[in-house]
Nanobody
Framework: QVQLVESGGGLVQAGGSLRLSCAAS????????RGWFRQTPGKEREFVAC????????RYADSVKGRFTISRDNAKNTVYLQMNSLKPEDTAVYYC??????????????WGQGTQVTVSS
């Protein structure tokens, strides 16, 4: 059974940092792009960042550029999202995904269950 499991979410004050992890099991994703999306109640799930299978391409939403960094460790089948200088508007459920490296949800074949990130002002 293929699973993507996010961890590292929580409550942090504005200006703080969190590091999200997404561990995959059930198959290797070393040849898949990996992405992070986020969603708040009543809104569409939005693209945050993605990384190509060999990490030579990374893409970021404009809202997180310069603050978030995506990375991956193929030996651990894991992707990370380092989030710095967090803002209250970053509050959301964060989802990891495996598939391509695009901002379009349809490009991803596998999804995690999400982890809550809450940034207090």
């Amino acid at each position: 059974q293929v699973q993507l499991v996010e961890s590292g979410g929580g409550l942090v004050q504005a200006g703080g940092s969190l590091r999200l992890s997404c561990a995959a099991s059930g198959r290797t994703f070393s040849t898949y792009g990996r992405g992070w999306f986020r969603q708040t109640p009543g809104k569409e799930r939005e693209f945050v960042a993605c990384i190509s299978w060999n990490a030579d391409i990374t893409r970021y939403a404009d809202s997180v550029k310069g603050r978030f960094t995506i990375s991956r460790d193929n030996a651990k089948n894991t992707v990370y999202l380092q989030m710095n200088s967090l803002k209250p508007e970053d509050t959301a459920v964060y989802y990891c995904a495996a598939g391509g490296c695009r901002s379009v949800r349809a490009m991803y074949d596998y999804w995690g269950q999400g982890t809550q990130v809450t940034v207090s002002s």
